[in-house]
């Protein structure tokens, strides 16, 4: 048997939508991702569910994401491929703001090609899953798939040959992300968006991402806090989170630096400097955010490792 290993990831980062994505593991070692296990070569395709939101997938393997990257996959190397016994180890909640379908994408894509001998090189593989996480989200984005599959803090530069790029990144900064345990979907998510915005409002997100990215560049931390705003999702998206503004008054009264949609919703992140905060964070999101046995809370760093063979 060969097993493969994604981890989560939050989209946007607050202030770069759909450009930004960081690649997240908990502080205590735990893995916090998909799992994709190869068990076997047979006759036919097959994939088993297990873990802990396997509840949360379509009940019809036909209409799960790692089949479809399989035959995706197939189509992209142009040749047939032997089929295998597969089995998901669903460890991300669906439609969580956690990357869940581009995690099961990224494992997937990355599982096939390196058991079948590496025939996509990283740039082609990155925009096969780019492409399928498109294919669930409504429009190609990359900031789920790109750090769920090389780790970090990146950049998307869509328009370059490099795709993406990774930042600097405050070592001492722990993530705590908490999913309530319902679930928003990212296509939906997404229609509330604008179709346009101002030629003020396109300055004033170009300049709030840049004044982060040299924030980060020139170590300068309390610029790099107050320039985390989301001037672009977060306007349109409120209505669909209205915990959001009170747990952020609390938590940033605690000194907490910066509280965010991670992704499309309904997962909320927390951006701590130390100990005492995460911990702040963690207890008071368990005790007012979470809101069912789905609920999970998790204080995180940066994964800096991405897609890998376990
Ligand atoms: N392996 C999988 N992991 C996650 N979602 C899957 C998978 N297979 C199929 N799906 C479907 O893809 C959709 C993912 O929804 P989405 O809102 O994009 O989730 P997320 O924001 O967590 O990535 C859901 O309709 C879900 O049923
Ligand atoms: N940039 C995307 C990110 C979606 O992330 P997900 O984890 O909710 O799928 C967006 O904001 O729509």
Redesign the pocket.
């Known amino acids: 048997m060969k097993s493969y290993f994604a981890p989560a990831s939050t989209g946007n980062f607050s202030v770069g939508f759909d450009l930004l994505g960081a690649a997240f593991e908990p502080v205590d070692g735990s893995l916090f991702g998909?799992e994709l296990r190869i068990h076997s070569e047979q006759a036919e395709l097959s994939l088993s569910l297990t873990g802990r939101y396997v509840h949360?997938?379509?009940k019809d393997t036909d209409?799960?994401?790692?089949l479809k990257c399989f035959y995706a996959f197939e189509k992209a190397i142009g040749r047939t491929l032997p089929r295998l016994q597969l089995e998901?180890v669903?460890n991300?909640?669906?439609?969580?703001?956690?990357?869940?379908?581009?995690?099961?994408i990224v494992v997937a894509c990355y599982a096939f090609n390196d058991y079948f001998g590496k025939p996509l090189d990283d740039y082609q593989l990155l925009q096969l899953m780019a492409q399928l996480e498109g294919g669930?989200?409504g429009s190609v984005h990359y900031d789920?798939v790109a750090p769920s599959f090389y780790g970090g803090l990146l950049l998307m530069l869509p328009d370059s040959p490099l795709l993406c790029r990774a930042l600097p990144w405050f070592e001492h900064w722990q993530v705590v992300l908490c999913y309530p345990g319902t679930v928003?979907?990212?296509?939906e998510a997404r229609a509330v968006l604008p179709q346009q915005l101002t030629l003020k409002h396109s300055i004033a997100f170009a300049g709030m991402l840049s004044r982060f990215i040299s924030a980060l560049y020139a170590k300068d931390e309390s610029e790099a806090f107050a320039a985390l705003q989301d001037l672009v999702a977060e306007p349109a998206r409120q209505h669909l989170m209205p915990e959001l503004a009170p747990i952020r008054e609390k938590l940033t009264a605690q000194g907490i630096g910066h509280v965010g949609i991670s992704?499309?919703g309904p997962t909320i992140f927390a951006v701590c400097q130390n100990d005492t905060q995460a911990k702040f964070a963690d207890d008071y999101l368990q005790q007012h955010y979470a809101k069912n046995s789905d609920a999970m809370t998790t204080v995180c760093r940066l994964a800096r490792q991405g897609a890998r063979a376990l």
């Open positions: 998909d949360q997938l379509p209409h799960n994401l790692v998901l669903k991300l909640p669906v439609g969580s703001g956690l990357g869940s379908s581009a995690c099961s669930v989200s789920n928003l979907s990212t296509k992704g499309a």
